[in-house]
């Protein structure tokens, strides 16, 4: 008997050719057979007949309608039909079985003919109980279609209704038919007679041979069964034994462990001498061992065995086909390995683990007994087998499943990540990190984004545990990173000590196997995401599988990151054109709007210098007016000829110049950084235009993040439009205010000249008128001091007379000299050499005062035609005015220096010892453009008040106190610097000290060079 569970899949499984009867009682046993039986041939294709007799058209159709199918386009296109018995058994008014089984092979050929694969037909044969002419030959027509229906393109169900029929005829029907459904269950039916002897003429003997055949039939299975129920007690046992462990492998989710639980179980139990479980390698090359029971199955793990599928092994063999292999006499067997280690073994088998028809791997059970293995034994233990390989792969699917889990949850994590922030290196980050955490073979992984202006790829996010160094670079076109981008496609490099494109740069530590997939976005290559290992092959399709995922999210992270910079790089260009656009329009000091320009420039665009130089038209030269950065203050000042260096190119071209890197480009001219002493890397300038002509140049210097692109061209190209023409405007401005300047200062200095006459006129009448009574003074005193005793109280009256005569006298003799105001007597000195003596003179004055004197020499210092005692008069001034100013001590520092109109670079490093005088300085107003000899006096003093530095070269101007100074000293060395054609400089700041620059101009013939 078959089950009713079975019995539907049955109706289901039904193939042309079959004939069944259906015997029902009820008409829900009747709906359970032919519903599924109609139903499965429309699914199929089939052509499907329905003979109607006790039921309307409509309940049948309602059986299909009620299980979901709609039955309309069926009927519509004639593939499902519904015929009543004037159709078919009586269609010519009596019931003739030969016209009828014509019909139905007619009807089978017209089927085929119309595309149908088959013909299915079922019939209720409640007709034939009517009494219609032929209907006698109901059996004769059932046993017929057993001629008919083997080997034909048509299935067939006849229809009983058990309540109608009477029971001989059914019993009847069970002789015709080979399988019949009674109620809602199939049977193999017992009482079938073959159709030749159920038409024969003697049917009664062929019923009695029948059943005289079926009882001896149930006399040998009667025996059959005992034998088989004492091998099934024997089989029992081993299968309780079997299902122990099978219950136990079942158990164990973890497949290393559920190995060695069932090869030790095994072993244990059949006390075996050695079990092992081997598994194929994933290419399906070899069967590695990864479980093995005892001494010899702990070496074998520690040694990595493993068995060639296909070679001289039984293990490899069994691998190979996919089936048991058997020695019962090892010393028999052509095809076995043989082990040193399993050198007991005298009969052995292999059992391949076969999963959903796939062999993973094979069970090997060895014995010390030869024929130790019984055929029952041999079936519990490859039934065991197949359980077991379906419990590996059933772990296998648990720990996929948890690891597809893992995935999903770092893959929300990254989409998370990615949907709440843009910062790229964090979301980098994240998928690195995602990465080396879900593949556990990884040691460690590291981001390259492709810089295409620089030709490298670039780390952008490692991970904590990789050993990489991030700062390391590659150039595109090198490595397996840059083979990626290449193609476009994952590789997986399974030993890096065996390819040649690897580069042992790819990590600081030693590498086994490397996983690199690109990051696309559309189409185009960005850069990678790689993995490596300490193993090699130790990535498999599912890793590669996951990691072009992440590569995936690492892409589109990119993109949106870069979407956003983008954006807001726009915004800050905006920002930026505006913020210098409303600077440099809102003032017109030329300073101020060549710094606002130069420090928005360098800000914007992120570098660590720039400098701003303008072209002077007389000299032809460009000129560095401002700069920012590193030692920019000695640029100022320095000048390049038109065409020298990217500058000077970019001025005398017109055209703005793009270097990423200055050591490649032969325009570079190294000179400035020479003078500076700043490395410069890259390079951006852009030409400053008013009316299509050329006014300076703009240069932004080494980009801090990265390298220069075009957008910062465009971006400092749409900047200078502005500035150049803000630039000119200053220029203008100042220009104007250099001549106002120059008016005020010739005006002051003939006010000057003037009040200096008369108050030397003044001075020298007041001196004769004064000097002859003051002689009488001093005479009288010094003999009326020479007359008194010491203990005398007079005699410290008059020590004050006569010390303030001798005060005054020193007056009258200061107004006498201001007073001459002799012209100079000029021959070529050496100022270095007056100021040494000047200093040899005060160096005892400055020490009982605690200052210290720091002297620096330019021993490159020309000639210069000057009166040696006039000029040393003015260095003794301004040294004891310095020393003056420091009541409380402090430090004096004199520098001496030459300072050429047209400063070069070669020039400027040729100053100052100490670097203090070797910046470029601008030239000062009011020398004419001339070479000139400086001398500078800074002390650390008290410094000069704003209000009173205007002041200070006026003659009897003092800040000192009253017995300390005349208030004449600095307006002499004023007259006398001046009648040299020189001029003297003031800086000061009120807490800080003063800094006193003499220059002196150099004729042309004492000009150096």
């Known amino acids: 008997m078959i089950t009713p569970a079975y019995s539907l899949h049955m109706i289901a499984d039904l193939k042309p050719g079959e004939h069944l009867c259906c015997i029902y009682e009820t008409e829900e046993e009747h709906r359970v057979v032919v519903t599924p039986f109609l139903r499965r041939g429309l699914e199929r294709g089939e052509k499907v007949l329905y003979i109607v007799d006790a039921r309307p058209t409509e309940a049948i159709l309602g059986y299909l309608q009620d299980g979901g199918l709609d039955v309309e386009p069926y009927l519509a296109s004639g593939q499902l039909a519904i015929l009543t018995r004037d159709d078919t058994y009586m269609r010519e008014g009596i019931f003739d079985p030969e016209r009828m089984v014509a019909l139905?092979?007619?009807?089978?050929?017209?089927?085929?003919?119309?595309?149908?694969?088959?013909?299915?037909?079922?019939?209720e044969m409640t007709w034939a109980l009517r009494g219609l002419p032929g209907s006698e030959w109901l059996i004769e027509y059932e046993a017929r279609l057993n001629e008919f229906f083997p080997g034909s393109k048509c299935v067939g169900l006849c229809q009983y209704d058990r309540r109608r029929f009477d029971p001989a005829v059914l019993l009847g029907m069970l002789h015709i038919h080979p399988t019949a459904f009674i109620g809602a269950e199939v049977y193999d039916n017992f009482y079938y007679i073959p159709p030749a002897e159920l038409l024969g003429r003697d049917l009664p003997a062929a019923k009695l041979r029948h059943c005289l055949e079926k009882l001896a039939e149930r006399k040998r299975a009667e025996a059959e069964r005992e034998g088989l129920l004492t091998a099934l007690t024997h089989r029992n046992i081993q299968l309780q034994t079997a299902a122990e462990v099978s219950k136990s492998a079942s158990t164990i989710l973890d497949p290393e462990e559920l190995m060695n639980q069932a090869v030790n179980l095994i072993q244990k139990r059949f006390d075996f001498y050695y079990v092992g479980l081997f598994l194929v390698d994933e290419?399906?090359?070899?069967?590695?061992?990864?479980?093995?029971?005892?001494?010899?199955?702990?070496?074998?793990?520690?040694?990595?065995?493993?068995?060639?599928?296909g070679g001289e092994s039984m293990i490899g063999w069994s691998v190979a086909n996919a089936k048991a292999r058997i020695a019962l006499d090892v010393g028999k067997e052509a095809i076995r390995f043989d082990n040193p280690l399993l050198s007991g073994t005298r009969s052995e088998m292999a059992l391949p683990l076969i999963s959903h028809g796939q062999c993973i791997g094979a069970l090997t059970v060895q014995s010390t007994e030869e024929t130790a293995f019984s055929v029952e034994d041999i079936t519990v233990l490859q039934t065991m087998a197949d359980q077991v390989a379906i419990a590996?792969?059933?772990?296998?699917?648990?720990?996929?499943?948890?690891?597809?889990?893992?995935?999903?949850?770092?893959?929300?994590?990254?989409?998370?990540?990615?949907?709440?922030?843009?910062?790229?290196?964090?979301?980098?980050?994240?998928?690195?990190?995602?990465?080396?955490?879900?593949?556990?073979?990884?040691?460690?992984?590291?981001?390259?984004?492709?810089?295409?202006a620089a030709g490298k790829l670039i780390r952008l996010a490692t991970s904590p545990g990789g050993n990489v160094q991030k700062s390391m670079e590659m150039s595109i076109g090198e490595g397996i990173a840059s083979l990626t981008m290449q193609k476009k496609r994952l590789i997986n490099v399974p030993n890096v000590e065996e390819d040649p494109r690897f580069l042992t740069i790819d990590t600081a530590s030693p590498n086994k196997s490397l996983l690199t997939a690109p990051l696309l976005i559309d189409r185009d290559c960005i850069g990678t995401l790689s993995l490596n290992s300490d193993q090699m092959g130790a990535f498999s399709a599912d890793d590669e599988r996951l990691l072009t995922t992440l590569a995936a999210q690492a892409a589109i992270a990119v993109r949106n990151a870069r979407l956003h910079q983008e954006g807001r790089r726009r915004v800050e260009e905006l920002v930026f054109l505006n913020r210098v656009g409303r600077a440099i329009t809102s003032s017109l000091n030329l300073e101020q709007v060549l710094t606002t320009v130069m420090e928005e420039t360098a800000l914007m665009l992120g570098t660590e210098a720039g400098s701003i130089s303008l072209l002077d038209e007389e000299s032809n030269e460009l000129v560095f007016e401002a700069a920012v950065g590193p030692r920019s203050e000695e640029m100022k000042g320095l000048r390049l000829p038109l065409g020298q260096g990217i500058a000077g190119w970019v001025a005398r071209e017109g055209q703005?110049?793009?270097?990423?890197?200055?050591?490649?480009?032969?325009?570079?001219?190294?000179?400035?950084?020479?003078?500076?002493?700043?490395?410069?890397?890259?390079?951006?300038?852009?030409?400053?235009?008013?009316?299509?002509?050329?006014?300076?140049?703009?240069?932004?210097?080494?980009?801090?993040?990265?390298?220069?692109?075009?957008?910062?061209?465009?971006?400092?190209?749409?900047?200078?439009?502005?500035?150049?023409?803000?630039?000119e405007n200053a220029r203008l401005y100042k220009d104007l205010q250099d001549r106002m300047e120059e008016l005020k200062r010739t005006q002051a200095q003939l006010i000057q000249s003037a009040k200096l006459a008369a108050i030397g006129e003044l001075a020298a009448g007041v001196a004769h008128e004064i000097n002859n009574p003051l002689a009488s003074i001093v005479g009288f005193a010094r003999l009326l001091?020479?007359?008194?005793?010491?203990?005398?109280?007079?005699?410290?009256?008059?020590?004050?007379?006569?010390?303030?005569?001798?005060?005054?006298?020193?007056?009258?003799?200061?107004?006498?000299?201001?007073?001459?105001?002799?012209?100079?007597?000029?021959?070529?000195?050496?100022?270095?050499?007056?100021?040494?003596?000047?200093?040899?003179?005060?160096?005892?004055?400055?020490?009982?005062?605690r200052v210290t004197i720091k002297e620096s020499y330019d021993e490159t210092l020309p000639p210069v035609s000057l009166d040696a005692d006039q000029i040393k008069q003015v260095?003794?001034?301004?040294?004891?005015?310095?020393?003056?100013?420091?009541?409380?001590?402090?430090?004096?520092?004199?520098?001496?220096?030459?300072?050429?109109?047209?400063?070069?670079?070669?020039?400027?490093?040729?100053r100052g010892p100490d670097g203090s005088t070797g910046s470029p300085q601008r030239l000062v107003d009011g020398m004419d453009g001339a070479d000139r000899v400086t001398v500078e006096f800074h002390d650390t003093g008290a410094g000069i008040s704003a209000e009173d530095l205007p002041r200070i070269f006026d003659p009897f101007f003092t800040t000192k106190k009253v017995d300390q100074g005349t208030g004449l000293g600095l307006s002499i060395s004023h007259g006398i610097v001046e009648r040299h054609g020189g001029r003297i400089e003031v800086e000061s700041e009120v807490g800080q000290g003063s800094t006193f620059t003499v220059m002196l101009p150099v004729t042309e013939g004492q000009r150096k060079g």
């Open 283 to 309: 290419v399906g090359e070899y069967a590695v061992l990864r479980s093995g029971t005892g001494e010899a199955g702990r070496k074998m793990l520690e040694a990595d065995h493993r068995l060639a599928v």
């Open 104 to 123: 139905l092979r007619a009807e089978t050929e017209q089927t085929l003919d119309e595309g149908y694969p088959a013909l299915r037909v079922t019939g």
């Open 656 to 727: 703005r110049l793009l270097v990423p890197d200055v050591k490649e480009d032969p325009r570079f001219y190294p000179g400035i950084d020479g003078a500076t002493g700043f490395a410069t890397r890259s390079l951006l300038a852009v030409p400053l235009k008013v009316k299509g002509k050329v006014i300076g140049v703009i240069e932004a210097v080494n980009k801090t993040e990265g390298y220069f692109s075009q957008a910062d061209v465009a971006l400092l190209s749409s900047m200078v439009q502005s500035a150049a023409i803000a630039i």
């Open 875 to 910: 260095f003794l001034n301004m040294v004891t005015n310095a020393i003056q100013a420091m009541p409380q001590g402090g430090e004096l520092k004199v520098v001496t220096a030459y300072r050429p109109r047209a400063q070069s670079p070669e020039l400027a490093k040729e």
């Open 392 to 452: 590996i792969e059933n772990a296998r699917l648990y720990q996929e499943i948890v690891r597809r889990l893992k995935e999903t949850e770092a893959l929300d994590a990254v989409t998370t990540t990615l949907t709440h922030s843009l910062d790229l290196d964090q979301v980098l980050q994240t998928i690195v990190d995602s990465a080396t955490r879900l593949i556990p073979a990884s040691t460690g992984g590291v981001i390259h984004l492709a810089d295409e």
């Open 785 to 849: 001091l020479q007359a008194v005793d010491d203990d005398d109280p007079m005699r410290e009256d008059l020590q004050i007379i006569d010390r303030e005569a001798a005060r005054t006298r020193a007056i009258v003799r200061a107004l006498l000299d201001f007073a001459r105001q002799r012209e100079p007597r000029l021959e070529p000195v050496d100022v270095n050499e007056i100021v040494r003596t000047t200093m040899t003179l005060i160096r005892h004055q400055a020490k009982g005062a």
